[in-house]
């Protein structure tokens, strides 16, 4: 079993990077084997629209025709068992290299047919770690949890299933006295972090292990 985590954050350390690091965990405590791409390591812009993964009869049909950083990770996640995914919302979105990321894996995958074909070769199972400062009460005011649903929707679409873990309300600095957040509570963020965080982890880890076994009951809502 092999399992590919991807980091949208520029951050290797932080709150994204340490839930993905723990997905990765739980699924290498059930055998599979387990790697770590941070996409803000790598050179690579989103599509350019060439359509070469639309031409019939091309050479790269069902296959992004750019050649960068992204063309050996796009390899690997067509050999690995499960993917999952991480990344921070800002201001409503994923981050930028997140999603040019997402729009190379897609498009060329799609294909412009009645049935809405895909040309992935397998199902595998995946996952989307989000991770934002807002609470969780407000997400649906916000609109957040029609986000994640339609990511949800389009990662099953493509892979076949998906499973979302949404981490709240986190710990952005380390020493807020710093910086200008006089919007926050800082007791109330840093008793989360301690008291929440780690439930966070687990449920994390728990994605990790489902995304590896089989009929597995791990809940991670």
């Known amino acids: 079993m092999n399992i590919i985590a991807i980091n949208g954050s520029p951050r290797k350390k932080e709150n994204t990077a340490t839930l993905l690091e723990k997905a990765l965990e739980g699924a290498a405590d059930k ?40 063309t050996a990770v796009f390899e690997k996640i067509e050999t690995a068992d499960a993917l999952v995914l991480g990344s921070p919302i800002y201001f409503g979105e994923v981050t930028g290299e997140m999603r040019s990321f997402l729009e190379r894996l897609f498009f060329q995958y799609h294909v412009y047919d009645k049935q809405r074909t895909v040309l992935f070769p397998k199902k595998i199972k995946t996952g989307f770690i989000f991770t934002m400062n807002a609470p969780e009460k407000v997400l649906k005011d916000i609109k957040y949890d029609m ?75």
């Open 147 to 221: 986000k994640f649903k339609g990511y949800e929707s389009i990662l099953t679409h493509f892979f076949g299933s998906a499973k979302t873990l949404e981490v709240t309300d986190t710990w952005q600095f380390p020493d807020y006295s710093k910086f200008e957040a006089t919007s926050f509570n800082v007791d109330a963020k840093a008793k989360r972090r301690r008291e929440v965080f780690p439930n966070d982890c687990e449920k994390a880890y728990g994605l990790g292990v489902e995304l590896v076994t089989a009929n597995s009951e791990v809940k991670t809502k």
């Open 31 to 70: 055998g599979a084997q387990t790697e770590l791409i941070h996409l803000y390591d790598l050179n690579y812009k989103g599509c350019i629209s060439c359509f070469a993964c639309k031409r019939i009869g091309g050479k790269s049909y069902g296959k992004c025709a750019v050649k960068d950083d992204l």
